[in-house]
């Protein structure tokens, strides 16, 4: 059971990336799905999740910047970040919105660098 995530990478403040996180050996459908953020020095923290009825919730730092989305049939989960600041550098992370129902294995995330 893995949580793979990728597209991360190095942006000019302003600027877009997508994430995405394929999941493999189990499905996603039956779990609402997050993405969480680990900044330096800083706890991991969840900044998005949708949930199984495609309801989405965001932190107040991101949203009106930030778009989540899941395609079941590929079981994999995207975030499209807009407007990037600075404050949005960290390792991005996505599992399950619950901690009751995280998958063990987080994978090593992918990284967002902005610059000012």
């Known amino acids: 059971v893995q949580l793979q995530a990728s597209g991360g990478g190095l942006m000019q403040a302003g600027g877009s990336l997508q994430l995405s996180c394929a999941a493999s050996g189990r499905a996603i459908k039956p779990y609402d799905m997050g993405w969480y953020r680990q900044a330096p020095g800083k706890q991991r923290e969840l900044v998005a999740y949708?949930?199984?009825?495609?309801?989405?919730h965001y932190e107040d730092s991101v949203k009106g910047r930030f778009t989540i989305s899941r395609d079941n049939a590929m079981n994999t989960v995207y975030l499209r970040m807009n407007s990037l600041k600075p404050e949005d550098t960290a390792v991005y992370f996505c599992n399950t919105r619950l901690r009751s129902t995280w998958w063990n294995y987080w994978g090593p995330g992918t990284q967002v660098t902005v610059s000012s």
């Open positions: 949708i949930s199984v009825g495609y309801v989405t």
